[in-house]
Antibody, heavy 124, light 112 residues
Framework: EVQLVQSGAEVKKVGESLKIACKFS????????IGWVRQKPGKGLEWIGF????????TYSPSFQGHVTFSADNSIDTAYLHWRALQASDSAVYYC?????????????????WGQGTRVTVSS | QSLLTQPPSVSGAPGQTVNIVCAGT?????????VHWYQQLPGAAPKLVMS???SRPSGVPRRFSGSKSGTSASLVITGVQPEDEADYYC????????????FGGGTKLTVL
């Protein structure tokens, strides 16, 4: 069974950099894609983008392109979401979620499981 | 305005049937992209409860079902239970976003 475990809550200041982690395990047939989703307090889910850890191919939502960066370290089965310069508006809970790999040409478009979320608080 | 439109809230008494609609367009559901549904209990991460419009993952109660009609998808809970009170989100892909992921705005289910 695939599991995603995220790093703990972060409290940062505007302008600081940050990297949060999503460790994946239990993926006997390959992890597939790791997607990232933002949820601001009391609001809905916002798509940030995803990374294919096997070759580090990335796709970013236009709304987040240039502000965040994805990376992955396959030696420790971990994906990362990073910011070079946080803004107060980045305060939110961030989730990672797995999209399964394609299997014999059949591709799956849902996300399961999800990590438990990482709360990021950015103050001025 | 989301490309996938959901009602902000629905409600039902225990045992009633609740239907949550995800209204899409020709650029997402109408373009052949599938819809998936997630349940987010208070303070928890989202959880997949329906994939490919009507496929129920292992462990999801049978009272959850899904369907597609035209450019809309529905999540139906037949015999809603108090533990079903949560936010529900539909998810698909959209050609106007270069075939990228899109979420509906979410629906708060209140069990009266």
């Amino acid at each position: 069974e695939v599991q995603l475990v995220q790093s703990g809550a972060e409290v940062k200041k505007v302008g600081e950099s940050l990297k949060i982690a999503c460790k994946f395990s239990g993926h006997r047939l390959g992890i597939g894609w790791i997607g990232w989703v933002r949820q601001k307090p009391g609001k809905g889910l916002e798509w940030i983008g995803f990374i294919f850890p096997k070759d580090s191919d990335t796709t970013y939502s236009p709304s987040f392109q240039g502000h965040v960066t994805f990376s992955a370290d396959n030696s420790i089965d971990t994906a990362y979401l990073h910011w070079r310069a946080l803004q107060a508006s980045d305060s939110a809970v961030y989730y990672c979620a797995r999209r399964p790999p394609c299997d014999n040409g059949l591709c799956y478009t849902w996300f399961s499981p999800w990590g438990q979320g990482t709360r990021v608080t950015v103050s001025s | 305005q989301s490309l996938l439109t959901q009602p902000p809230s629905v409600s039902g008494a225990p045992g009633q049937t609740v239907n949550i609609v995800c209204a899409g367009t020709v650029s997402n559901i109408g373009a052949g992209f599938e819809v998936h549904w997630y349940q987010q209990l208070p303070g928890a991460a989202p959880k997949l409860v329906m994939s490919r419009f009507s496929s129920r993952p292992s462990g999801v109660p049978r009272r959850f079902s899904g369907s597609k009609s035209g450019t809309s998808a529905s999540l139906v809970i037949t015999g809603v239970q108090p533990e079903d009170e949560a936010d529900y989100y539909c998810q698909s892909y959209d050609t106007t976003l270069n075939n990228d992921v899109v979420f509906g705005g979410g629906t708060k289910l209140t069990v009266l």
